[in-house]
């Protein structure tokens, strides 16, 4: 391995991080009200993580081909075209019109300096989505979350495939009840996507062991995607790792063979369809039972 290549894999994840942070700490005021700046820096880091996979695989199994790049440019395209946009309507106005309305404030957290507002809005929004990913491993709510277990490799953008419900089910945050400047909350975002983008990536990084501690990378997250139900029951931190940490649900390791049930890939429709496959079963089982009672 070439030294120069070994460093630029060494040093990608934290410096692409840096320079995130780096860009909305500096970033003009006029800026922050035009949304497609956020989107553009998150379809930017993803092609850019999706373009590194041809220059350090990770595994050969995981090499994208035509219709995985299909499937992923289409739910790219969903996430950013439709998901997003009705959290905001239905998620995060509400919330702040309620913050606004119970009088709700953290003025504290507007003085803090730039790094400590991005840290704390990353931890809140990370803290939610690890609680209600665990949920999901453990209630109904698995019928929502199993598509997205049931890719059967991974890419830079598989982390935005699975059932749209739970698209949007995961991306539900409290950060709108918190006063924190548009700037870092922005940033905290666009942490999560690239985060999550390289936790998803065919690409094989030499992780600085200070940053695998505090963020998710490939290793923990593809354990999370082994085959076997009970197995996945660990590492459910989208981007800070350090939760599972915490929480007592890390799990060292890796896993290259990755899907459920038998491994079987799902279509599109059939991702779409999959949390209604138990009230289907129910209506089959009873028209089952009505059929043989009259036959
Ligand atoms: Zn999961
Ligand atoms: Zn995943």
């Keep these: 391995m070439n030294a120069m290549k070994k460093l630029v894999f060494t040093l990608f994840q934290p410096a692409t991080l840096a320079l995130i942070v780096l860009f909305w700490a500096t970033v003009p005021a006029s800026w922050l009200d035009k949304t497609w700046v956020i989107t553009a820096i998150s379809v930017g880091t993803l092609a850019m993580v999706q373009a590194l996979e041809f220059v350090n ?6 090499r994208l081909d035509l219709r995985e790049f ?11 075209a439709a998901i997003s946009k009705i959290e905001t309507k ?7 019109s309620a913050k606004q309305a119970l009088g709700i404030s953290t003025e ?3 003085h803090l300096p730039f790094i400590a507002q991005v840290f704390l809005a990353l931890f809140v929004m990370e803290l939610g989505q690890y609680w209600l990913h665990r949920l999901m491993h453990n209630s109904f709510l698995w019928w929502t979350h199993a598509p997205h277990h049931h890719i059967t490799q991974l890419n830079a953008a598989k982390g935005l495939v699975g059932n749209p419900l739970e698209l949007f089910l995961v991306s539900l945050s409290v950060i709108a009840l918190f006063d924190l400047p548009l700037n870092a909350i922005f940033c905290a975002y666009n942490l999560t996507g690239a985060i999550a983008a390289f936790a998803h990536a065919n690409v094989r990084f030499y992780t600085p062991r200070w940053y695998a501690y505090l963020f998710t990378t490939v ?10 139900f009970a197995e996945t029951r660990c590492n459910y931190a989208n981007a800070m790792i350090l939760i ?4 007592g649900t890390f799990r060292a390791g890796e896993a290259e063979v990755v899907g459920q049930d038998e491994r079987r890939r799902l279509r599109i429709s059939q991702q779409f369809m999959f949390p209604l496959r138990p009230l289907l079963a129910m209506i089959k089982g009873n028209r089952g039972t009505s059929a043989s009672a009259s036959g």
Aim: proline share 5%; charged share 20%; net charge negative.
């Design 57 to 62: 695989e990770r595994h050969a199994g995981w």
């Design 70 to 80: 299909l499937t992923d440019l289409f739910y790219v395209i969903l996430y950013f």
């Design 90 to 96: 239905l998620a995060e106005e509400p919330l702040a």
């Design 108 to 110: 504290w957290a507007m």
């Design 219 to 228: 290793e923990p997250h593809s354990l999370h995607h082994t085959v076997g």
């Design 244 to 247: 599972d940490r915490m929480f």
